[in-house]
């Protein structure tokens, strides 16, 4: 059996719990300090390292017992974050093992707090430590670590969706998920459940099973000029009408991306439309809050129009080198943003919907129009 210290996430008794794969009441937890180091926030994720530093004291917990099917899992859980076992000597006299990050792959800066991180970052963690775990024994360590970003950003939405606004006046019955198989995963992920659900009369569904895709929470915003009365679009090619076999490949959509983890949707708003279109926002109208397809993804939009000074030189070819993307845009007034609708020549729902949204509002907004920047 084997002693570990840990000095980080893992202190929170609920992600431990998924790793470990058994209750806490399971596993033998003590407090103890680990003399000259250091437990330092990570720049480049919500997680601390540990670093030797003289005179230094590291707080964390020691796990005693763990069983080889426990080190296993350890192992794969913290090899998603290059992370190697060494041997210490704890304050109390016991000798253990610690998760040391491997040399120069991570910046630090200042001290690591535990109630901040659960404060922030504990409910997302858990979310994406489920997701990983399940992996165990059907990828490589390195598979997970290139797929992580996006298991964090459905992490996120799971977040998200536990604040949703939506489902007054509808029936909150019950669901039984028999079980949940994971047929695809890579950039998304494709889950087959197997539940019943409560029935208007009462009565339990039979056991059905439905696919799902997988995808991340994004926001959406239709940036409007209300001084000149026109719009934004950006214009790219989209796999979906591939897909389909569409004769238009290329969309005319709102500015989009989506929510990375720890940021608003109003945050992703204003970054995307700096992204996409170099453009700054001067303030976000709310629109909608709306799953795309509820019937079979969890994708979820946040749609905004966004007030902006859209004059003619803004128009250009944007986007982000390392996200592949290449991206054009237009300026239309709201007269084609509308003939465009009726006559069915806008393909995308979030553009349709923020359409009509402004063709209510628009009056309300050009009230405002002085204050734009002329």
């Known amino acids: 059996m084997t002693s570990l210290f840990f000095y980080g996430t893992l202190r929170h ?61 350890l192992d794969f859980y913290e090899g998603s974050f290059a992370y190697d076992l060494r041997d210490v000597t704890l304050q109390s006299g016991e000798v253990a093992q610690v998760y040391f990050p491997q040399e120069g792959l991570w910046t ?12 922030d970052w504990a409910a997302l963690s858990c979310f994406a430590a489920q997701e990983v775990m399940d992996y165990l024994g059907k990828y490589s360590v390195d598979q997970v670590a290139g797929m992580f970003p996006m298991i964090r950003m459905r992490a996120a939405a799971m977040v998200n969706a536990a604040q949703s606004q939506q489902g007054q006046g509808t029936l909150h019955g019950k669901v039984d998920i028999d079980r949940i198989d994971r047929v695809y995963t890579n ?19 039979d056991t059905l099973v439905r696919a799902v895709f997988l995808a991340s929470d994004a926001a959406l915003v239709l940036p409007y000029d209300p001084l000149r009365d026109r719009v934004l679009l950006v214009e ?11 004769r238009a490949l290329w969309q005319f959509e709102p500015v989009a991306g989506r929510v990375d983890p720890g940021e608003t949707p109003e945050q992703t708003a204003h970054r995307e439309s700096k992204e996409e279109a170099n453009i700054d926002l001067q303030a976000l109208e709310k629109v909608a ?7 079979c993804s969890t994708e979820f939009f946040y749609i905004y129009v966004g007030i902006a000074d859209l004059p003619d030189k803004v128009t250009g070819v944007g986007g982000l080198d390392t996200e592949d993307e290449d991206i054009r845009s237009h300026l239309l007034s709201f007269e084609a943003l509308m ?3 009726d006559t069915l020549q806008a393909a995308n729902s979030p553009l349709v919907i923020a359409a009509y949204w402004l063709a209510r509002h628009r009056d309300r907004l050009r009230l405002r129009a002085p204050l734009a920047t002329p």
């Open 13 to 73: 008794v609920p992600l431990l719990e998924i790793v470990l794969g058994r209750p806490a009441g399971d596993i033998d937890v003590v407090p103890d300090l680990l003399p000259d180091h250091a437990v330092l926030v990570v720049t480049e994720g919500p997680f601390p390292c540990i670093v030797p530093q003289p005179g230094g004291l590291a707080e964390g917990v020691l796990v005693k017992g763990l069983s080889p099917q426990d080190i296993e899992r």
């Open 339 to 341: 003939d465009m609708v």
């Open 108 to 119: 630090t800066k200042g001290p690591w707090s535990l109630p901040q991180w659960q404060a």
């Open 236 to 246: 790219q090619m989209r796999m979906g009408p591939v897909a389909r076999g569409d």
């Open 187 to 205: 950039y998304f992920a494709l889950n087959e459940y197997h539940l019943s659900h409560q029935r208007f009369d009462g009565a339990m569904s």
């Open 289 to 295: 809050e709306v799953y795309a397809s509820p019937g």
